[in-house]
């Protein structure tokens, strides 16, 4: 059972940069795709980006495109999510996830594709 971690969030300005960090443990880091969602109070988590465990792969919804660069160092077990122009639109709870992939290539993003969540680190941005 793979245990997920996240840290790096904060206040920022807009147009400011953070890097979130989420370390894994307890699992077999390469064999995992990982992702990166947010949440704000009443809304549904919304995927945000997203990264095959071969680390070839990525996608990103149409927001995050151009601004924010999701990472992983198999060594450190750890998936960064670099944000880079933040806007208030930003600020949210970000959650790391996991999931077992059979393929090296594949990417996922559905809440209910991942079966394994940190507990979230918050992110402002303030106007």
């Known amino acids: 059972q793979v245990k997920l971690v996240e840290s790096g969030g904060g206040l920022v300005q807009t147009g400011g940069s953070l890097r979130l960090s989420c370390a894994a443990s307890?699992?077999?880091?390469?064999?995992?795709?990982m992702g990166w969602f947010r949440q704000t109070p009443g809304k549904e988590r919304e995927f945000v980006a997203s990264?095959?465990?071969?680390?070839?792969?990525?996608y990103y919804t149409d927001s995050a495109k151009g601004r924010f660069t999701i990472s992983r160092d198999n060594a450190k077990n750890t998936v960064y999510l670099q944000m880079n122009s933040l806007k208030p639109e930003d600020t949210a709870v970000y959650y790391c996830?996991?999931?077992?992939?059979?393929?090296?290539?594949?990417?996922?993003?559905?809440?209910?594709?991942?079966?394994?969540w940190g507990q979230g680190t918050q992110v402002t941005v303030s106007s």
């Open positions: 996830s996991a999931r077992i992939s059979v393929g090296r290539s594949m990417y996922y993003s559905s809440i209910y594709d991942y079966d394994h």
């Open positions: 307890g699992g077999t880091f390469v064999n995992y795709a």
């Open positions: 990264m095959s465990r071969g680390g070839g792969d990525t």
